[in-house]
């Protein structure tokens, strides 16, 4: 067992070091404050190939490894967490969907136009009365003639209006099973943005991550192609399930950059920082507080690590995928506000990037699937 | 068109600087960069492709390690990628270098070389004219611009207050500085390419028409006295006045230390 990164990932993570310092660092706070859809630097990833990094060259990706991908997003994260949920989305949502259940045509329409960066990707599975809850839903689509056509609305969509393509999971049929409750089965559907009847209702202003557009999305007899159907009609729930287990990959590397961040600031703040005559890392407090963090953190990496491993070499990686959401989202919520604290007065200042980090740490513990979800993943393959 | 750029792996000042006991650079215990003129001179050479089509080559001498420069260059978008890597080419002074790179690039055809202009670590500004009269090429040094107008290159020399367009016929060489452009960032895939495919790696043997006596650590005029890190300021003095009275305690100051 060798955990040392090869040259290549190295040299990978180098790179996205370096573009998050130079180019989205800068504009971090101003993300935040204005809560700005970062559509520049989006075009500037767009150029470097990074909206694209784990997809194959011949469907215009750069033809890396899940692991690439996530370093990528923490490395983005550790200085602007919205701009790490931009990359997340759109290629664990959009693209890998489309990779994994699209036939040759959608790849060829879809995931060359979402992997070069041309278009922006989003995923709609959320409904006001459906969170956890998937069967809870209510959006339909019927078939008509060679037309699906979808009625009824997704909440809290991350890329929501910025995107081009939106995977949208809606009913397509109800059965009842042998003891007559019934069953909603879902079908996954690609739907461009500009279809007839497709538009977006009203933008969340969230607590953290504000620089990413969060709608809600209204179908009012919208009428996609028929051939927009993605993988097989009835399918749409284990197609979600499968598309979230690798979102969550994505958002396990957000909090885990996120807390690494956090981190960096305390190690560079609390030495300068004096207090009772000198700098509050020389004190036993603050010492005892930034090792307990750091040991939190690579336990995190390894497990965000491991799980993007184990979506480059195996079939299903629920577990891996959900150990890795729920500890290192649990580690980024705990760090930024044990830093914050580190920070004092000045950690509650919104100058300082640790106030930020504080709120964009908490939604990592909520979406695509909560801590609890995580956990119900975990402990029912557990007592399986 | 054929452009060798030449490319050096240089300590990252960021990370400290040490010293081998003679006084030369403890390389392999040092964190590294490539050096800021050769990646402007890199992104000139990048560019010229793009432009006008060519075969990029990168270059370097140093420790084996020094192949990580070369794929990093790749993953820009070089097309091939030489490394000059002998114990016996050790502890080379610029005199030693230059030779050495000009006995490596006879192999090669080009019509073109672009070097930095200097290496953060020695800022010597000599190896690449050096390389230029091993060659017998005309060197334009400093370059602030670069053209291509049919077998001739147009070169804006920069000068501290002004500079020269100077024309030369290919083959030539042209050192670069840092201000020539905003070199690009690698790409993932670029990366993945570069570690893929193959570096060429040469040695003593390998050299054209080179003498012993002008390699290595023997063959280095240049004797190292003493070798130290930087020296830090103090923090200097820091006042906030009004105009008046900022030229007065700078007349203060000066008269103090004899200056006026």
């Not at chain 1, 215009?60 to 996530?70: A, F």
């Not at chain 1, 079939?315 to 891996?320: I, L």
């Not at chain 1, 150990?323 to 604290?341: I, P, S």
């Not at chain 2, 990370?15 to 000139?44: C, H, S």
Request: proline share 3%.
């Amino acid at each position: 067992m060798d955990f040392a990164l090869d040259k290549k990932h190295e040299m990978a993570r180098s790179l996205f070091r370096e573009f998050a310092e130079n180019e989205v660092k800068p504009l971090a706070q101003e993300v935040d404050e204005t809560e700005e859809f970062p559509m520049e630097t989006v075009k500037k990833m767009q150029k470097l190939g990074f909206m694209g990094i784990p997809v194959p060259k011949e469907y215009g990706g750069q033809g890396c490894d899940p692991l690439t991908y996530v370093m990528c997003v923490e490395e983005l994260s550790k200085v602007c967490a919205t701009t790490g949920v931009v990359v997340s989305a759109h290629t664990s949502l959009c693209i890998d969907p489309i990779m994994t259940y699209g036939t040759e045509e959608q790849k060829q329409k879809y995931v060359k136009a979402l992997a070069t960066g041309e278009k922006l990707g989003a995923f709609a599975l959320t409904e006001p009365g459906a969170g956890t809850d998937a069967q809870g839903a209510v959006t339909k689509a019927v078939l008509d003639g060679d037309e699906w056509v979808l009625n009824g609305s997704k909440c809290f969509i991350t890329n929501g209006k910025v995107a081009d393509v939106y995977i949208v999971i809606a009913i397509t049929s109800v059965t009842e099973d042998k003891r007559g409750r019934k069953k909603k089965n879902f079908s996954a559907f690609i739907v461009d943005k500009g279809a007839p009847g497709f538009s977006f209702g009203t933008k969340e202003k969230k607590m953290g991550i504000r620089g990413s557009s969060t709608y809600e999305l209204i179908f009012e007899d919208c009428r996609i192609p028929k051939e927009n159907l993605l993988g097989t009609e009835g399918k749409g729930f284990p197609i979600a399930m499968h598309t979230l287990d690798g979102g969550r990959i994505g958002i396990a590397a957000q909090a885990l950059g996120i807390a690494e961040g956090a981190l960096d600031r305390a190690v560079a703040y609390t030495k300068e920082r004096k207090q009772f005559g000198r700098s509050i890392a020389q004190q036993q407090n603050t010492q005892f507080k930034l090792a307990d963090m750091a040991a939190r953190i690579e336990a995190a990496q390894l497990l965000v690590y491991k799980a993007a491993m184990a979506k480059a070499t195996q079939k299903v990686y629920s577990v891996e995928a959900a150990k890795a959401k729920l500890f290192a989202a649990e580690t980024a919520m705990a760090v930024t506000t044990g830093v914050v604290q580190l920070f004092g007065g000045y950690g509650y200042i919104r100058e300082y990037d640790v106030e930020r980090m504080m709120r964009d740490a908490k939604i990592t513990e909520i979406y695509e699937g909560t801590s609890e979800v995580q956990r119900m993943v975990i402990s029912g393959a557990l007592l399986k | 068109m054929k452009i060798v750029v030449c490319i050096k792996q240089v300590p990252d000042t960021k990370g400290g600087v040490k010293f081998n006991p003679d006084g030369t650079l403890d390389r392999a215990a040092m964190l590294t960069i490539m050096n800021p003129d050769d990646k402007a001179g890199l992104e000139a050479a990048l560019r010229l492709k793009e432009q006008y089509g060519a075969e990029v080559t990168v270059i370097t001498m140093g420790l084996p390690k020094a192949d990580e420069v070369l794929r990093e260059a790749m993953a820009m978008g070089a097309d091939k990628g030489i490394l000059v890597t002998d114990r016996v080419l050790g502890g080379a002074d610029t005199w030693a270098t230059s030779t050495t790179i000009a006995g490596a690039i006879r192999n090669l055809e080009y019509d073109l070389i672009i070097t930095g202009r200097q290496a953060i670590d020695g800022d010597t500004a000599q190896v690449g004219p050096q390389i230029a009269e091993h060659l017998g090429l005309p060197v334009i040094s400093y370059a602030q611009d670069i053209k291509i107008e049919g077998d001739s290159v147009i070169v804006q020399r920069q000068y501290e207050d002004r500079y020269h367009e100077l024309k030369a016929k290919m083959p030539c060489l042209i050192t670069a500085l840092s201000e020539l452009n905003e070199p690009r960032y690698m790409t993932p895939g670029g990366i993945f390419e570069a570690y893929d495919s193959e570096v060429t790696v040469w040695g003593r043997a390998d050299l054209k028409d080179v003498d012993d006596s002008d390699l290595g650590l023997k063959g280095s005029p240049t004797k190292i006295a003493k070798a130290s890190d930087k020296v830090r300021k103090g923090a200097g003095e820091k006042v906030n006045l009004d105009t008046d009275e900022s030229v007065a305690y700078l007349i203060g100051k000066f008269k103090e230390k004899h200056i006026i």
